[in-house]
């Protein structure tokens, strides 16, 4: 059976945390005298009542946490935190429709920044600051963030789901203990984050554009304070900048800390995953720049910076943009689509199919070539000199054809609702790749969602969900045998 009352317990502590995350925007809105320190408080309360009402459903909990309980606990604390995140949105009337409260919350927790605000600027600073953190906190998971500063109150359940909520295909640990390392993961994270408002800082922006733009660049999530993105700011610097920390957001942690904590290059250098990412970038940036200077007319360093910004923003899911992609060469589309089909590495703050899996991919594809030739031989399929288990490679097979099917019928949907072909292959790529931005006319890579029907907003909410915990720990929950007691 499923140990609700654990459930019960440990969402009531992850709402105490969400309450004190919106008390932190209480003093924002009243450092700014705005209108939406009310809305703020009130949601504060209400977040911390229900979590006392929480505690109190599981105050007699057995704190053993099984791995359907695991599963179940992380797909409910993400919906959870976003019902109540959309409260000082709703309270403050700036997003009435809880539609679209719900729709802009969850994109902001699943990083995907997508949103349905067509002028995001008239938000007041509290509310801006609110979106960002949530795409900030959402990066490297709600219920992992939980591991690092309360490890106890998962206990021994931690490895599950820690299995249930991160990302890729494989896992490696940098320290046994799993609560040490969810701490040094999430130092790194928070020192990439402030080495980059340090930089945009120094860059010429203002503190609080520097802050909001640091969070969603590294949790690599799009949500901005300006309508035009990085654009509004004019800047190659800020740009380049961008760029860098992008890119840098979109390599597996683990790899990060070994290649610049612990000085080991080499060994980031040599992983199969970051060779291909790089390769990626390389290859498409160079592609739509030389589109962009033959088609477009640009000169070599717009071209060269636009190119590189919309590809790394793209592939590491971002969704921040300095030009309009849809003004560009039709082409372009194509590669930026399969971009966000990409994604770039496991272990990181993105989304997508992840560059392990397609290394993976490649490679069985290359065993079965050869094959061909030689039914006999023995191939293992291996990751950095480690063999593949063949379960993984199971796992793989799943994984893309229920990724691709979930693409299929979500644009096949949202076709049948008078959506235009292209937007809707790109929405729902978009939306489970966890990437915010869309390609075509109908709505662009720089216009909300707003436009969208209200059930198509919903279907997309739950795509955001399935993609940002990998589809398998969501779809387990619809299953039959999840819920027998055997």
């Not at 927790?109 to 605000?117: D, H, K, M, N, P």
């Amino acid at each position: 059976m499923v140990n609700f009352r654990l459930i019960y317990k440990i969402l009531g502590s992850l709402l105490f945390l969400l309450a004190v995350l919106m008390l932190g925007c209480v003093g924002i809105a009243a450092f700014f005298k705005e209108d939406d320190t009310i809305a703020f408080l009130i949601s504060t309360i209400f977040c911390f009542c229900c979590g006392l009402v929480m505690k109190y459903l599981g105050r007699e909990a057995i704190n053993s946490l099984s791995r359907r309980d695991a599963y179940l606990l992380v797909t409910v604390t993400w919906v959870v935190f976003s019902l109540f995140g959309m409260l000082p949105f709703i309270i403050s009337g700036y997003i009435p429709n809880i539609t679209d409260a719900f729709f802009e919350t969850m994109s902001g927790f699943s990083t995907t920044g997508a949103t349905i605000l067509d002028d995001v600027e008239i938000l007041p600073h509290a509310s801006l600051f609110w979106r960002t953190q949530t795409q900030w906190i959402g990066g490297l998971g709600i219920v992992f963030f939980t591991i690092a500063i309360l490890p106890s109150m998962v206990g021994s359940g931690s490895v599950r789901v820690f299995a249930a909520e991160a990302t890729g295909p494989l896992r490696s640990k940098m320290h046994p203990r799993l609560s040490t390392m969810a701490k040094w993961i999430w130092t790194i994270y928070f020192a990439l984050t402030i080495a980059c408002v340090l930089s945009y800082y120094a860059a010429g922006m203002g503190l609080f554009d520097s802050i909001n733009y640091a969070m969603t660049t590294t949790a690599t999530g799009g949500f901005s304070t300006h309508n035009d993105s990085a654009e509004f700011f004019r800047s190659p610097s800020i740009e380049y900048l961008c760029t860098l920390f992008m890119f840098l957001a979109g390599i597996n942690f683990m790899m990060l800390y070994l290649g610049i904590f612990k000085r080991q290059l080499m060994t980031l250098l040599k992983s199969s995953e970051f060779k291909m990412y790089i390769t990626i970038v390389f290859i498409s940036t160079a592609w739509i720049l030389y589109l962009l200077m033959t088609r477009n007319g640009y000169g070599l360093e717009r071209a060269f910076r636009c190119a590189l910004f919309q590809v790394v923003s793209f592939m590491t899911t971002t969704g921040l943009f300095n030009d309009d992609a849809a003004m560009w060469p039709h082409i372009t589309w194509v590669i930026l689509g399969c971009l966000m089909f990409c994604g770039a590495c496991a272990g990181s703050t993105t989304g997508g199919f992840k560059c392990i899996r397609l290394v993976m991919v490649l490679k069985v594809l290359r065993n079965e070539f050869h094959k061909l030739l030689h039914p006999n031989a023995v191939l293992p399929v291996k990751v950095n000199g480690v063999p593949v288990p063949r379960a993984q490679l199971s796992t793989l097979l799943a994984f893309f054809a229920i990724f691709t099917l979930m693409v299929l019928l979500t644009a096949t949907l949202m076709i049948a609702a008078g959506i235009d072909n292209t937007n809707a292959i790109t929405i729902s790529l978009s939306c489970i790749s966890n990437v915010g931005p869309t390609l075509g006319t109908q709505i662009g890579p720089v216009m909300s969602w707003s436009e969208l029907p209200d059930y198509v907003k919903w279907l997309c909410s739950f795509l955001m969900l399935v993609g940002r915990l990998e589809i398998m720990s969501v779809l387990v929950l619809f299953t039959r045998a999840f819920w027998k007691d055997n």
